[in-house]
């Protein structure tokens, strides 16, 4: 079983404020992502490291950034949260030596209410 | 662009039934995954298939790949209520890059 942790899983906020979302994984995955998902709908990815110092955006844009210091953490700041930024975040993680059954491993998921 | 197309997107399905998910995506990808996610919950990984068309089974699911038609499929044998859920193909897109997925199908099985 992955151990990949977010929090806060729920959070509630008004719009204009600053909000970092937690992202840490102990299996020493050099890869990680952040997807946002709508209830009921399909994910969309939106930032994704390869390792350490390493960040890229990915498809959809979330006005949000992210930041890689260390292996094992990942998280994403938005620095002035809108009500357009209700969703759910995903965090994963995978292992990143293109081994055969590498597979992406999901966090619980944080889900963010903007006022 | 890579797209991932499922099919259908709801399945409602009466228990001991048998039915088939489809995945269809619009190029060449190294590597398809399918993925179970309950209500409120995060996403469970269930197969990873390779190019090479492979077939694996678990259970009363079992997922394969036909890499020429660009189409995957996970087969529902003799559906329970424990296999309600909505199911998720994703694809990898270039170079190793974070996954594609598909809009998931919701499955609900009934008695």
């Known amino acids: 079983e992955a151990d990949i942790y977010q929090t806060p899983r729920y959070l509630v906020i008004g719009t204009g404020k600053k909000i970092t979302l937690e992202c840490s994984q102990t299996m020493g995955h050099d890869k990680m992502y952040w997807y946002q998902q709508d209830p009921g709908m399909e994910l969309h990815l939106i930032h994704y490291s390869y390792g350490v110092n390493s960040t890229e955006k990915g498809d959809l844009s979330s006005e949000s950034t992210v930041s890689r210091i260390r292996t094992e953490h990942f998280p994403l700041t938005l620095e002035s949260a809108r009500p357009s930024h209700t969703s759910q975040y995903l965090c994963?993680?995978?292992?990143?030596?293109?081994?055969?059954?590498?597979?992406?491993?999901f966090g619980p998921g944080t889900r963010l209410l903007v006022l | 662009e890579l797209k991932v197309e499922q099919n259908p997107l709801f399945l409602s399905m009466q228990e001991g039934k048998n039915y088939t998910i489809y995945c269809n995506y619009s190029t060449t990808s190294d590597r398809l995954y399918w993925y179970r996610q309950d209500p409120g919950k995060s996403l469970e990984s269930l197969f990873v298939l390779l190019s090479n068309g492979a077939v694996k089974q678990e259970g009363r699911l079992m997922a394969s790949l036909d890499t020429k038609a660009r189409l995957s499929t996970l087969h529902i044998t003799a559906a329970v209520h424990d296999l309600s859920a909505t199911y998720f193909c994703a694809v990898e897109g270039q170079a190793g890059t974070a996954l594609i997925f598909g809009k998931g199908t919701t499955l609900s099985v009934s008695s």
């Open positions: 994963a993680s995978s292992e990143g030596t293109r081994k055969i059954q590498e597979t992406q491993y």
